[in-house]
């Protein structure tokens, strides 16, 4: 069963309005690299052309609120990586688990404009 929500036209007018389908195709240049759609804990998943049949018609409001996205609602990537939905501006952005590199070092500077590669960089 297909989750369709009907918009009248003042609350289309009052705020951003997003298909679900073309969104997470904007984000992410190679569908064919989703292995899943669902919950970032599993527990809900579907594979991408099915989520893509069943939500085709889904609109939602970027910023949340009534209508908006399921708070835990994640695509998941064959590399491992995943998109999730940024809440306050309604964007879907890439993620991926932080990986202690061979070679770390130590850094002392932690406050400031640019990365802490920008603000450690030794003179």
């Not at 240049?29 to 069943?54: C, L, P």
Request: negative net charge; glycine residues 8%; hydrophobic residues 40%.
């Amino acid at each position: 069963m297909t989750q369709q929500v009907k918009i009248s036209k003042r609350m289309q007018e009052a705020a951003e309005w997003a298909n679900l389908v073309d969104e997470i195709e904007t984000a992410v240049e190679d569908t064919s690299m989703i292995a899943w759609v669902g919950s970032a804990d599993g527990h809900y998943a579907m594979a991408w052309r099915d989520f893509k049949s069943v939500a085709y018609g889904t609109e939602y409001r970027l910023c949340g609120g009534f209508c908006g996205l399921a708070a835990d609602l994640v695509v998941k990537l064959s590399d491992g990586t995943w998109y999730e939905q940024d809440k306050t501006n309604g964007f879907f952005y890439h993620r991926q688990v932080p990986i202690l590199k061979p070679g770390f070092k130590p850094f002392t500077v932690m406050t400031g404009y640019g990365s802490l590669e920008e603000l450690n960089v030794e003179d």
